[in-house]
Every structure is written in C-alpha cells, then in structure tokens.
C-alpha cells in the first residue's frame, strides 16, 4: 500500500511538468506551423510582385534620379549608395528610394539594390585604411581583380566576410533593407567559380551564403526580393530555388569574355537549360547583354522572346540608363545555331 501510494504521490509530482512540455512543445508546433503558412503566403506576394514587371533596367554609375523616376521600366536595379567623389560613399535615403517606386504614370516600380557579395569592393564604407597593406589585411581577403581595379577577392565562407555582408545593423545588406529598397540584386555568386579548383565544397558554400542571406533578408522583410546574378547552375539546389524570386543571366550570348564576340554554343546552351529550371521553379529570368550591333541586339531580343525572358541591353560600364529596346523584326537576327529547335 505505501509503494502505491508513493507512486500514486510520484506521478501525480510529474504530471505538471510533463504537462508543461506537452504544452509548449504543441506551441512550438502551431508557431513553426504559422511562420511555415506566412513564409508560403509572402513567396506568393513575391512571386506576383516578379510576375508583373516586364521590363527592367540597370545603371550602378552617373545615376540621375530624377532621369530614373521619369523612366518607363518597370524593375530598375541601382548602386544602394553612389560615389559622386571617389571613395566617397553617400548611400540613398528611404525619402530618395520613395519617388523612384513610382512610374510616371502612378504605377509601382521595384526598385533593386545591387549587391556584390562574392567580392570585397574597396569604395564601400566597410572598407578599413589598414586594408590596403597585405600585411594588416583580415584573412578572409584576397588579391584585386585584374579585370576591376578596387574590387577584391574574398574567402566567401568565412563568418567575418558574411557578417560584413548581413547579420548587422552595419552590414550591407541590412542597411539596403533599411533604405526601403525592395529588394537586392546580388552579384559575384559566381565567385565560387574562381576556387573550385582548390576549394573542396565551393559551390555547395556559396549556396548556404546565399540561402542565408535570403533566410535573414526575409525574418526582416517577408516581402523582400532576392535576385541572383549569374551562377544559373546553382539552379540544381531546389531549397535555394524556393529562397529565391529571380535570377539575371549576363552575357548569355555574347561577350563572356569582355568582348564583343559570341559565346560558345555548347555554353550558350548549357546556361539555356539552367534558366529553364529556374523558370520551371518559379523564377523570372532576366538577362543582361551589352550587344551594340543591330544584329546582335535582334538576336538577343529573339532568344529573349522565345524563351520568355525580360531582357535589357546596355552599356558595359553600366554608366548610362539604356531606352528599352525594340522588338526585332520576325526575320532579322537568328539565335545562334545551338538554340534552334
């Protein structure tokens, strides 16, 4: 009888607390299963906001605000913070981001922050004066780009490069979201390429990066916008597709080497079938061509059409906001001979 009672005495001590949880591990649950229902819920408002634009522009030097708001295009990505002296850093205001989100004729325009997460950019803000010096350097930097004087390789995985990055009331990210941008258009995911060779892993860590980014750009803002550019054949990871709302494909056909010249076909047509996952997922594409030949422009517009991606021809330099340019003619300008069907 004492035994029982003892018992009895026992579990009726531990019910409160194997009570309690129960409770919160039923709260967890309806909590996990809410943010899982809103997160579905904000991709859709995404999705829409991505479905709607048709044309859409980039210009990261000389920006003219005033020359942008009075534009047509519907999606315009700009530097989140010019130079109008070098090395002199004057990021944009929400008060100035406002007006360029509307056309002139009252509709909405989304408006991009660029974003170079792959490289270190010395004319930004997070750069510090020791920086210039290899010896004083942080380990995470590299050498500078041959091909862009000022911008820096970085050991993309590192932690202390991230936060630079996001996570931070001063990393770059954070204060674009802050600005009111709608969202960022990310460039140098392709940096991964640059290490393949001696860095086991590159393309899977340059994949968590952006997924990280895009998971800490959404807990601020559901509604963010996350725009990749290039790097079309991380389009393989589906739970990096499902993080993102687009991606821009630059020198699809020509110029992949800074030139003028057409691209190989078998990589013309390999980047045709990675964009035509990331379409099959969800996303919109856009491509970037600097072509400056009438039948090159047309062929880009061709592809372009038949694909079903925005495209947008410009300047290289990326100095100049470019008219949008016209439909070819039916007859004029053929895709090269590895894109026909």
């Keep these: 009888m004492i035994r029982l009672i003892s018992l009895a005495l026992a579990l009726f001590a531990i019910t409160p607390a194997v009570r309690a949880e129960a409770t919160a591990k039923t709260r967890a649950t309806v909590s996990a299963s809410n943010e899982a229902a809103a997160s ?49 850093e004057i990021p944009f205001t929400r008060d100035e981001i406002a007006p360029l989100k509307i056309k002139p004729d009252g509709s909405r325009r989304i408006v991009l922050a660029y974003l170079s997460m792959g490289e270190a950019e010395r004319y930004r803000y997070y750069w510090q004066p020791q920086w210039d010096a290899a010896e004083t350097r942080p380990k995470w930097l590299g050498p500078e780009n041959p091909q862009w004087a000022g911008n820096y390789q970085v050991q993309f995985a590192d932690p202390d490069w991230q936060t630079v990055i996001f996570g931070t009331q001063m990393s770059v990210l954070d204060r674009i979201i802050a ?97 035509r996952k990331a379409k099959r997922a969800g996303l919109k594409v856009m491509v970037l061509e600097y072509a400056r030949t009438a039948e090159t422009i047309a062929a880009a517009q061709k592809l372009a059409t038949r694909e079903g991606y925005v495209l947008h021809i410009t300047d290289r330099m990326l100095g100049v906001l470019s008219p949008v340019a016209p439909l070819p003619a039916p007859s004029a300008g053929d895709p090269p001979a590895a894109m026909q069907r």
């Design 40 to 88: 579905k819920v904000a991709a859709q408002r995404r999705k829409a906001a991505m479905a709607a634009f048709k044309t859409w522009a980039i210009q990261l030097r000389f920006l003219d605000r005033t020359a942008l708001a009075a534009s047509p295009f519907d999606l315009v990505v700009i530097d989140h913070a010019p130079h109008p002296k070098k090395d002199i």
């Design 179 to 275: 600005a009111g941008f709608d969202g960022v258009y990310l460039d140098r995911v392709d940096a991964f390429q640059d290490v393949e060779a001696t860095m086991p892993g590159a393309e899977d860590a340059m994949t968590g990066f952006v997924q990280r980014l895009a998971d800490h750009a959404h807990r601020i803002n559901p509604d963010f916008l996350i725009i990749m550019q290039n790097a079309e054949e991380l389009a393989k990871s589906k739970s990096l597709l499902a993080r993102l709302d687009g991606i821009s494909k630059e020198d699809l056909l020509y110029g992949f080497d800074n030139g003028d010249g057409p691209n190989p076909q078998q990589m013309v047509t390999d980047t045709v079938n990675n964009l």
